[in-house]
């Protein structure tokens, strides 16, 4: 491994020429890749110019960010994004920290780094209202709830500790219910359907 190790940082140090062709940077950028992979670089900023203007070195910055994000700080994520506003790889990485932070319980800082760059989707939505819900803004994740349960599909399993701090108020009462029992019905999600038929109220 440390053979290994030491060709590959050879490779990634070796004097580039004003000649340096396509296939030398191709070569530098495996070489990073594959040491950043292996944790051996923690660090680009010793990077030869010539790597850097590889079209391919974004995807060595957000690797390593990916790499490292017990290290990370929003401040670098928001870097990343503006400078890289171009390509697919901030929405990437965003996904990727906010995840961190969720598994890691960071309730704050998920709220703020999903301020910064919200996801719109079922799954971010839903964890956004379990950190508010468990860093001091309970009452706001539970008015975010109603939204969240009354859709046509069954919700995203991160929604269930909202789910059930919510229940504990009484809700969804009977006609929330009923809304989404149709809701559900003109979608022809039967299944879905047939099982909130159970929380509605037969006068």
Known sequence: MRR??????????????????????????KASYELIKHG??????????????????PYLEFELNKKNLSHTKQAQIDSFAKRYADTPLPWQLNRAWLSYLYKNKRWKDYRAAY??????????SCRLQVARLNSGAKKQALKAAESLWLVPHSQHDACDPLFDAWKKTG??????????????????NTRLARFIERSIKHK
Do not use: M
């Open 4 to 29: 290994f190790a030491l060709c590959l940082a050879l490779a990634i140090t070796a004097p580039f020429s004003q000649a340096t062709t396509l296939d030398q940077q191709r070569v530098q950028f």
């Open 40 to 57: 051996k670089l923690t660090s680009l900023q010793k990077a030869p110019d010539s790597l850097k203007e590889y079209a391919l070195y």
């Open 115 to 124: 301020k910064q760059h919200p996801v719109k989707n079922d799954l971010y």
């Open 171 to 188: 809700q969804p009462n009977s006609a929330l219910a009923l809304k989404r029992f149709w809701l559900a019905a003109e979608k022809g």
